[in-house]
């Protein structure tokens, strides 16, 4: 009995074996031939603020949340027509994972773009059709966060969480410069100012003080006792010489 049993569990899971993880699926889609895998067993949990592919009347599908089928699991390849590379990348039951590459028909690489358990993270890039890089930075479960920069246009913004950055204006610096601007203003606009009643106090004292020097000097009588003086003095000196 007991050897019977073992040979039906031995049985089962060579079985079980042979049954493959997943299935490999050719779709045409439009313009775009399709190589993927899908899982052979469905996926129990999901979670809502996630986006999620699967296969279903050889179409593949997304919805967030949730599936209508079988979830992609394994590799993934889109190609042109002409049988280029269009995209390439994998999935872990629905998610994509890992970096996922894209192509311009022409070869040229179109983007590169980090992904972990189905949310953008890590470094993305993007180029043009002729291969120069046009937008650099980093995604932080799949919102922008950090140095984001765009050669095309040659703008760097910062992002935190998915919102941008903006710096804060030093309040006391822009204080100091407009009180410095208003105070020359008003030197230059104000002639009853401080500094200009001053200053043309100073200018009036001196005008002031030289006229009064000069009509020190000048003094008439000053001068006419110094003639009489000196006429009467002669006069006096005269007679004392004919004595």
Request: glycine residues 8%.
């Amino acid at each position: 009995m007991m050897y019977k049993i073992t040979l039906v569990s031995i049985i089962l899971l060579l079985f079980a074996h042979t049954i493959p993880s997943t299935q490999k699926k050719i779709i045409r889609e439009g313009k775009y031939d399709i190589e993927c895998y899908v899982a052979s067993k469905n996926l129990k949990k999901y979670k809502e603020h996630k986006v999620y592919f699967w296969y279903k009347s050889r179409e593949v599908h997304n919805s967030k949340g949730m599936s209508g089928g079988q979830v992609l699991d394994g590799e993934f390849k889109k190609f042109f027509k002409s049988n280029q590379l269009a995209e390439q990348g994998y999935f872990d039951m629905g998610l994509k994972k890992d970096r996922w590459y894209t192509w311009f028909e022409n070869g040229q690489t179109k983007s590169i773009t980090s992904w972990k358990k189905g949310l953008r993270h890590g470094s993305y890039k993007e180029f043009d059709s002729l291969g120069n890089l046009v937008l650099t930075g980093k995604f932080k479960k799949n919102e922008k966060h950090g140095k984001w920069i765009n050669y095309k246009s040659d703008d760097t913004i910062k992002y935190k969480r998915g919102k941008i950055i903006i710096k804060k204006i030093d309040s006391t610096k822009s204080g100091g410069f407009f009180r410095k601007l208003f105070r020359s203003k008003k030197r230059d606009s104000l002639p009853s100012s401080k500094n200009y009643t001053l200053k043309n106090h100073g200018f009036f004292k001196k005008l002031f003080s030289k006229k009064d020097k000069d009509s020190v000097i000048n003094k008439p009588k000053k001068e006419e006792k110094g003639f009489f003086k000196r006429l009467f003095g002669n006069k006096e000196s005269e007679k004392v010489k004919k004595k």
